[in-house]
């Protein structure tokens, strides 16, 4: 077990620095820069904001010194809001991602979940008809159109809450209700795909033959080896707490870390972006190599073959 994690462990760290490595060099190939977007900069003064950023290095000197920052834990300053650090922007806007991702995964988890199993047990009769429609609508209509929907019925028509903002739990809940379409769909329809496939598996029916009641087959063996394949799942959805959800955090105008990315990208702002990107890329992956290493406790057989 120890040389599996050993051996992820690795693989994440390569990940991680090969990320870090294209998004640099991709950075600085796009034309312009923070300071040329505006058209007041005096030449002084922005040869000397390039040599405090140290944009008047070689590339590759840049990429090294980067690279050292990083290990350091130093994200660097942005380039375009004098005093404001990467990680300092991360702490105040993360917490805010945060309420919503978590808001969203958790409830699109339950509901998600519950669906799949109530419409694997019905099959062919109305309620699963009702949760496959479900399915293809969360999969299909952008989370935008959902914001918006929301953002109409609940907020401008029925005045229930609050269209935008950021000022207490009312807020959450639209924005919350947004995130988690997608996720209840897609649980709901992979659960109930992978419960009507592991039904019809030697083993179940082996397991009926020796008399086990419904419900302990549904517990012991359809519902462990049909919730496998969603473990992988947890990885993106994760870390998707802590990034941020770009495009309902824009809808709603929640100042979370996706909207932050946005800001940082119309703005050119290099160190933002590229710090804001990392760090992404880091919490992404490490999801991923969470959910690697619970799925080898799952089943073990993983560790064999891996």
Request: positive net charge.
């Amino acid at each position: 077990m120890a040389r599996y994690i050993l051996k992820r462990f690795i693989y994440m760290i390569f990940t991680l620095f090969t990320v870090i490595t294209i998004t640099f060099f991709m950075m600085h190939s796009v034309p312009g820069d923070p300071f040329s977007l505006s058209r007041e900069t005096p030449p002084e003064v922005r040869r000397n904001l390039e040599v405090k950023y140290g944009l008047d290095k070689p590339l590759i000197n840049q990429y090294f010194i980067y690279i050292k920052k990083i290990i350091s834990g130093d994200f660097g300053i942005s380039m375009k809001y004098k005093g404001q650090s990467v990680i300092g922007k991360v702490k105040t806007a993360m917490p805010n991602s945060a309420a919503v991702g978590f808001g969203g995964v958790f409830i699109g988890c339950i509901i998600g979940i519950l669906l799949g199993i109530l419409a694997a047990l019905n099959k062919g009769r109305g309620f699963d008809y009702f949760v496959i429609i479900i399915a293809i609508v969360g999969v299909s209509v952008p989370s935008f159109v959902i914001g918006s929907l929301l953002q109409y019925f609940f907020g401008i028509k029925l005045n229930l809450f609050p269209v935008a903002g950021w000022n207490g739990l009312v807020y959450m809940i639209l924005p919350i209700m947004a995130a988690s379409f997608q996720n209840i769909a897609f649980y709901a329809r992979m659960l109930r795909a992978n419960m009507l496939d592991v039904i019809n598996k030697d083993y179940i029916y082996t397991a009926m033959s020796k008399g086990l009641n419904n419900r302990e087959i549904i517990q012991r063996h359809v519902l462990r080896n049909s919730i496998l394949p969603l473990v992988t799942s947890l990885g993106p959805m994760c870390a998707g707490i802590l990034m941020g959800n770009f495009v309902i955090e824009r809808i709603f105008n929640i100042p979370g870390i996706g909207q932050a990315f946005i800001v940082a990208i119309q703005n050119s702002d290099y160190t933002m972006i590229m710090g804001l990107t990392t760090i992404f890329s880091a919490i992404t992956i490490f999801m991923y190599f969470v959910v690697d290493i619970l799925y080898s406790f799952i089943d073990p057989r993983i560790r064999i073959y891996t």
